[in-house]
């Protein structure tokens, strides 16, 4: 039973504008771009079982109904929330009918397979191992954990990412203009604004911005002239989010960011808090936040409390692997210990003044007993013959001279009296540094 691609006319927009073609097909250019591994499996109908991970509204079910239109084999579809195993097994029984009397192959696409168990996986198991169907999984988990792993083993994994905000504006614009599937037959105008707010608001789900979308055509008036206006404020209101006075590109962005970062050098968490909430609720990319806490541990907190930066490291790796809207908790516990914990910037201001140091005195040289003695002929020439290894000395430390002759009494390094740092500070006095 091949998927017709019958749409009724009242159906929701969101599904009236999936795409019917690989060339109307948005986003994912990594997977499905021209020349891409997905595409030219898809153009040459020769699919294998493969898994298509990803967020919703990214176009999963979408690429699945094209594949569906393009194949000369039958197509199967289910949802592993409304189907079970006996659903499963019944497919099968056709799939194996229509290779064996009629030389068709059967595709399967099952939705959110994630919430199939065990047992309703392993009855696919066979019949995609024997190739008596092709097997197209969908799911919004990871399918490393949810998907047994003799059934993933047969198949290739396709992450699908969220939609920018381009690729959403530009499936917008078709939508308002499209005269078969869309609007096109009515007069919408969006403001430019409006049409710029579900983009980003819709935080890569296309079917949250059509959503919107249609909500505001059907509820707006029309004026004297027949024109049904799609404004910010409405697009506010029908996508329930208010926009953020906030240019990704502009002058915005770096006051933000800089109020962020002022707020944790500050020691303010509930004002480093807020900026960061309000870049996340402009869309501004999670990415981009955790790269200056990663910087801000080290430049404003460094060795006062060391944890800082693997903190801030761990909160970067979980945007990575979990992504928004759950990130943001990490977000939120790594700036909240950034701002509240000691802070000391004698790392940065150590490493500018050495580096100020080596322009100014490049041809300073290596001690003749720290130079390297790992070659044939480094006694003859007086390499590293004075050398004290410091763990043969009580306390491993034994005062000898590292910096060069010129730059001998030079502190680059100047620790603080706060948090960890102190002890450092009491440690290289103690042994003579300071």
């Known amino acids: 039973m091949n998927f ?6 009242n159906a929701p927009l969101a599904v009236r504008m999936r795409p019917r073609t690989l060339e109307e097909f948005v986003g994912q250019r990594h997977i499905i771009g021209r020349g891409k591994l997905l595409y030219r499996l898809i153009e040459a109908d020769k699919l294998s079982s493969v898994v298509f991970y990803g967020p919703p509204g990214t176009g999963k079910t979408s690429l699945a109904k094209i594949i569906a239109n393009r194949t000369n084999a039958v197509f199967y579809e289910l949802n592993a929330v409304t189907s ?3 659903e499963i097994i019944e497919v099968l029984e056709k799939a194996k009918n229509n290779l064996g009397v009629y030389n068709k192959k059967s595709i399967l696409f099952i939705d959110e397979i994630h919430r199939f168990n065990k047992a309703q996986q392993d009855a696919l198991l066979p019949s995609v191992e024997k190739g008596l169907v092709t097997l197209i999984g969908a799911t919004t988990e990871n399918p490393y954990f949810e998907i047994n792993s003799p059934l993933l083993s047969r198949s290739t994994v396709f992450e699908f990412t969220h939609l920018t905000a381009e690729d959403i504006r530009a499936v917008v614009h078709t939508a308002i203009n499209d005269r078969e599937r869309g609007y096109g037959v009515m007069k919408i105008h969006c403001d430019d604004a409006a049409i710029d707010h579900l983009s980003d608001v819709a935080n890569g789900d296309v ?28 697009a506010q209101e029908c996508i329930q989010q208010r926009a953020v006075q906030y240019d990704k590109n502009g002058d915005n962005h770096y006051d933000t960011i800089s109020a962020f970062i002022k ?7 509930d004002a480093a808090l807020y900026w960061m909430a309000k870049m996340i609720c402009a869309g501004e990319d999670p990415k981009f936040i955790a790269r200056r806490m990663v910087i801000s ?14 903190v801030a490291m761990a909160a970067a790796d979980a945007v990575q692997f979990i992504g928004m809207p759950e990130a943001r908790i990490n977000l939120a516990q790594a700036v909240v210990f950034l701002a509240c914990a000691p802070k000391s910037n004698a790392s940065y201001l150590a490493i500018d003044a050495a580096i100020a140091a080596v322009k100014n005195s490049s041809n300073s040289a290596v001690p003749a007993h720290l130079q390297d003695t790992h070659y044939t ?5 007086g390499r590293g013959l004075t050398y004290q290894y410091p763990h043969n000395y009580p306390g491993h430390h034994i005062p000898q001279q590292y910096l060069p002759d010129d730059l001998m009494g030079t502190h680059f390094y100047e620790p603080t009296d706060l948090g960890h740092e102190h002890k450092m500070k009491e440690y290289l006095k103690k042994i003579g540094i300071l």
């Open 263 to 269: 707020s944790i050098r500050g020691s303010d968490p």
């Open 297 to 310: 541990a080290s430049e404003d907190i460094g060795n006062a409390e060391p944890m800082a930066l693997t």
């Open 84 to 86: 079970g195993k006996k």
């Open 4 to 9: 017709e691609g019958q749409i009724a006319d």
């Open 207 to 234: 079917r949250r911005a059509l959503n919107a979308l249609e909500l505001g055509i059907l509820t707006v008036d029309k004026d004297a002239d027949g024109i049904i206006t799609i404004d910010l404020e409405t």
């Open 377 to 381: 002929g480094s006694e003859k020439l």
